[in-house]
T-cell receptor, first 112, second 113 residues
């Protein structure tokens, strides 16, 4: 049963620390999305990739967030330095062009 | 530009009664439309999708939605609610050629016994 895998599922870190979240897309999918979900803002698109190339990362705070796809089986989202306002659930999703996206279970990040 | 409006932030129904969750969209190009469901502390699961084939789309768990271009709507319905349907529901639009999935703000469905 193919699924998007995100690690870690939960992360608690202190303000100022670096956080790296990882995502393994479904094999064969060529589009990857990163979303952030908070009570106040709902689901926000942070970045998306097509064939490993970033197409749009305008939703990310550039000074502290970065997203990469080192290879087709791994997408990473990094926050450095982290701040309490970054506390949220971060979702990765993958899909094919012009089709639905399949979501992972999310990484719940708490920055204290 | 693409956008989605979910008209109700909360909908309350009794078990066994019909469910209607409303969604209106705006899209410059031929849209694909989706409904996702999110149970508490879970990821998002695809319920159903419209991709320019039949306008009445059937999904999982007895849900269905009808694409109405003239009304720019894609409302989600179910004839009889079950307690396990209590969750957050998101309407999503994606225009052909554009890769972004644009989410609505969500509708929380509450089901009482």
């Amino acid at each position: 049963d193919a699924r998007v895998t995100q690690t870690p599922r939960h992360k608690v870190t202190e303000m100022g620390q670096e956080v790296t979240m990882r995502c393994q897309p479904i094999l064969g999918h060529n589009t990857v999305f990163w979303y952030r979900q908070t009570m106040m803002q709902g689901l926000e698109l942070l970045a998306y990739f097509r064939n490993r190339a970033p197409l749009d990362d305008s939703g990310m705070p550039k000074d502290r967030f970065s997203a990469e796809m080192p290879d087709a089986t791994l997408a990473t989202l990094k926050i450095q330095p982290s701040e309490p306002r970054d506390s949220a659930v971060y979702f990765c999703a993958s899909g094919l062009v012009d089709t639905e996206a399949f979501f992972g279970q999310g990484t719940r990040l708490t920055v204290v | 530009a693409q956008s989605v409006t979910q008209l109700d932030s909360h909908v309350s129904v009794s078990e066994g009664t019909p469910v209607l969750l409303r969604c209106n969209y705006s899209s410059s190009y031929s849209p694909s439309l989706f409904w996702y469901v999110q149970h508490p502390n879970k990821g998002l699961q695809l319920l159903l999708k419209y991709t320019s084939a039949a306008t009445l789309v059937k999904g999982i768990n007895g849900f269905e939605a009808e694409f109405k271009k003239s009304e720019t709507s894609f409302h989600l319905t179910k004839p009889s609610a079950h307690m396990s349907d209590a969750a957050e529901y998101f309407c999503v639009v994606r225009s052909k050629g554009f890769q972004k999935l644009v989410f609505g703000t969500g509708t929380r469905l509450l089901v009482s016994p």
